[in-house]
């Protein structure tokens, strides 16, 4: 059974960083694509990165401020955010699929197993 914990989330000054965690259990990181999504209140659900067979993908809104990173060893996959702007404020999902294409990698249908979240507020 696959099982996604998060966190590091937090509160954060315009400017700052954060890196986020998520353990997966029950996952073999070389068949599955990791992604992180995030939802800002009255927002849908938006992709913010990929990691897919050693490849990393990113949205427009945090190309060259984030980067998804992965430890095999350990089981977990990193979001680090930096320059981070008050826009970043949302709740951070990590997510997992062995099914995802290429074509729907920033679809969060597209993900079957998903965390519980973790809230990033970036507030002066």
């Known amino acids: 059974q696959v099982h996604l914990d998060e966190s590091g989330g937090g509160l954060v000054q315009p400017g700052g960083s954060l890196r986020l965690s998520c353990v997966a259990s029950?996952?073999?990181?070389?068949?599955?694509?990791m992604a992180w999504f995030r939802q800002a209140p009255g927002k849908e659900r938006e992709a913010v990165a990929a990691l897919r067979w050693g490849r990393t993908y990113y949205s427009d809104s945090v190309k060259d401020r984030f980067t998804i990173s992965k430890d095999n060893a350990k089981n977990t996959v990193y979001l680090q955010m930096n320059s981070l702007k008050s826009d970043d404020t949302a709740v951070y999902y990590c997510?997992?699929?062995?099914?995802?294409?290429?074509?729907?990698?920033?679809?969060?249908?597209?993900?079957?197993?998903r965390g519980q979240g973790t809230q990033v507020t970036v507030s002066s």
């Open positions: 997510a997992a699929s062995s099914t995802v294409i290429q074509s729907t990698l920033f679809s969060p249908q597209a993900y079957g197993y």
């Open positions: 029950g996952v073999t990181f070389s068949r599955y694509t």
